[in-house]
């Protein structure tokens, strides 16, 4: 595939079509730029500001532009909030929808076949995979993003952690518990 | 269309495999790949819609058997043929034909941060009441187009409740086809476990359809 996307590109360049210093500033912005600590970022203050947390769950994409994200595939939002009686889970088995603002490019898993197609029709055999046993009596709720419309899980936020300030919060924020794979941690998050 | 895209509910393809410390790309063409897509659709020759179906019409076997980004750049060849903006010549040469003009690039990269920052928005104003409001009941048509479409496949026939209404949105099943926007109404809508999969399923799922997508339940 190297070589072939390489002929792409010089004939797109040679051509006219793409100028190879914007596709380096692409690539710089989701390597550096956009990830999901933007949404880590969002989900801290949530957990912070009840009144920040109240805007979120009414006007996401709004609130989320508060914080300075916004923009391609993320430009209508909703955030759904987890509790101990319900789980969000968000998936897109038509293809690879994704929050891009405040998570970055979506990991290979979520585009996978084995996770669009099993999300919907058996959510706690996925979660359990991902060593996340829910007990019967909560309440799963699966997102799937078939529309330009696309979902942020808001974590619960993990006990004891009252003392933490708000980029303390953050660190306890992954990825995987912003799609609904997982509980947000209790000590610093990996990714 | 009723292609393998449509993975909701299918079995088979085995457990999840999450990757820990996972790049945001594993090749240097991956991103090549993203990048490249991204700025040829500033042309504006092709919709969001159109281009997810150019990776709808990947055969079958090729698709299942393909990596993401494989996707995307065969998805891409297709759009650039089909908008006239290279040749299939030219692409398997990697060079432009003899006498073949060059072209501007529209998106420069001064401009590439305010272009992503911006997106495009999907919502649209429409003249026309909606028909659907939260909490009533409505079953998703039992349509199969040939064409590009969001509604999957699981849900059709289903009986759900409308939990929201987004608004009115472009419509894909025509801007995939260069029949224009012709937005609608947009809902939230409620399925039950069960009947979607049947008695044993206690989980839930919502799916935002357009409103051409549904009936009264």
Known sequence: MTLRVKALESLLVEKGIV???ALDAIIDTYEHNVGPRNGARVVARAWSDPAYKARLLKDATAAIAELGYG????????????????????????????????????????????????????????????????PDDVEIRVWDSTAEIRYLVLPERPPGTEALGEEELAALVTRDSMIGVARASQTKAES | MNGVHDMGGMHGFGA???????????????????????????????????????????????YLHMSYYE?????????????????????????????????????????????????????RTVLVEPIYSPGMTVRARNINPVGHT??????????????????????????????????????QVRFEGRELWGETNNSEVYIDLWESYLEPG
């Open chain 1, 19 to 21: 100028d190879p210093a």
């Open chain 1, 71 to 134: 923009g391609r595939q993320g430009e209508h939002m909703i955030v759904v909030e987890n509790t101990p009686k319900i789980h969000n889970l968000v998936v897109c088995t038509l293809c690879s929808c994704y929050p891009w603002p405040v998570l970055g490019l979506p990991p290979v898993w979520y585009k996978s076949a084995p996770y669009r197609s099993r999300a919907v029709i058996e959510p706690r055999g996925v979660l359990a995979e991902f060593g996340l046993s829910l």
């Open chain 2, 16 to 62: 999840v495999a999450p990757e820990a410390g996972e790049p945001v790309f594993h090749e240097r063409w991956e991103a090549r790949a993203l990048a490249l897509t991204l700025a040829a659709g500033a042309w504006g020759r092709w919709t969001l819609d159109a281009s997810r179906y150019a990776r709808e019409r990947i055969p079958p076997a090729d």
């Open chain 2, 71 to 123: 996707k995307w750049i065969a998805g891409l060849s297709t759009l650039l043929v089909e908008a006239r903006l290279v040749t299939r010549e030219e692409i398997a040469n990697g060079r432009a034909a003899a006498g073949a003009a060059k072209s501007t690039p529209p998106l420069k990269a001064d401009r590439v941060p305010a272009s992503l920052a911006h997106g495009g928005a999907m919502e």
């Open chain 2, 150 to 187: 969001r509604l999957p496949r699981y849900a059709r026939g289903r009986v759900g409740t409308v939990t929201r209404h987004h608004g009115a949105h472009v419509f894909p099943d025509s801007n995939a086809h260069g029949l224009g926007e012709q937005p609608q109404h947009l809902y």
